[in-house]
Structure formats: structure tokens, C-alpha cells
């Protein structure tokens, strides 16, 4: 059983914000900031790395309007757009989920980024990496 599934089925309620034939959004039981919305895939897919790119272009367009309408409704200066993918990165709903994270200045809600430090040589090396990988998804 997967709660998102369930919630995007309307089996377990939710505070729904938006639906439509591919994509739904909900709010967060736990507030990051006031108006934080979940919007999810109706089709169960794990994570990004099971998300096809047409699905992932909806979700994008409805986080894109509901960033805009939440940010109005709730009167803030900004907001963050977050995705975890595996436990790893601190995903715990195993159903792909974009969170819209309505911020206030001084909120408190900062994230504890410590930098890696890579030289001018391990940056070429990184570049390389993922844009030799990049060609299979071309
Ligand atoms: P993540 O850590 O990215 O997997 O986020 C999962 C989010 O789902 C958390 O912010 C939870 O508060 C939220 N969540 C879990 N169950 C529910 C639920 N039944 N309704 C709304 N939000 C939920
Ligand atoms: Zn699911």
C-alpha cells in the first residue's frame, strides 16, 4: 500500500490544492512553511529515477503555477522547490513528490549545505563524468 497512491485516489483524505487527469497536489501534514503543497504523479513511480520525462514535464507546469498561486495566497517573498530521491537524500514517501515550500525571511527554515571543495581538476574530471553518462539518455 502506498499513502500517495491512496491520497491521489481520494481512498485517504487530503487537503487537496489541485488535480487534474495526471497530477495531484495536496498540502503537507507537516507545514515546512505555511501553504506547503506536495504535488504527485496519480501514477505510482517511485522516484525520479522511474519517472518518465512527459510526466515529469506536467508536474513541472503545475509546480510552476502552483509556486506562483501558493506564493500570492500566502503573501511570501519565495519559495523552495524540493525533491528527495532515496532514502539517501531523505525521501520517506517511496511515491515521486515535488514540494513547494513557502519562505519568509528569518524563518529559520535554512538547509545545512556544507560545500565540497573541488579543485579546478576534479571539477573537469566531474564535467566528464556525467557528460560522457549524459550521451545514454540522449
Ligand atoms: P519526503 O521526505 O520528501 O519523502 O517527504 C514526505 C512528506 O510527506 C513529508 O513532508 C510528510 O510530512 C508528508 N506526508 C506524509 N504523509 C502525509 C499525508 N498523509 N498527508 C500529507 N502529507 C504527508
Ligand atoms: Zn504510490
Do not use: W
Not at 519565495?78 to 528527495?84: A, D, E, K, S, V
Not at 530521491?85 to 514517501?93: I, R
Request: charge should be negative.
Amino acid at each position: 500500500m502506498c499513502i500517495f497512491c491512496e491520497i491521489a485516489k481520494k481512498s485517504i483524505p487530503s487537503y487537496k490544492i489541485y488535480e487534474d487527469v495526471d497530477c495531484y497536489a495536496f498540502l503537507d501534514l507537516a507545514q515546512a512553511g505555511v501553504g506547503h503543497t506536495l504535488v504527485i504523479p496519480k501514477q505510482h513511480v517511485k522516484n525520479i529515477y522511474e519517472l518518465d520525462e512527459a510526466t515529469a514535464g506536467k508536474l513541472f507546469e503545475v509546480t510552476c503555477r502552483l509556486a506562483k498561486a501558493i506564493s500570492k495566497a500566502m503573501n511570501v517573498e519565495g519559495c523552495n522547490i524540493l525533491n528527495n530521491n532515496g532514502s539517501v537524500a531523505g525521501q520517506e514517501v517511496e511515491h515521486f513528490h515535488i514540494h513547494i515550500i513557502p519562505r519568509v525571511a528569518n524563518d529559520g527554515n535554512t538547509f545545512a549545505f556544507k560545500g565540497h571543495h573541488l579543485t579546478e581538476e576534479q571539477f573537469k574530471e566531474v564535467k566528464e563524468k556525467i557528460t560522457s553518462i549524459l550521451k545514454e539518455y540522449n
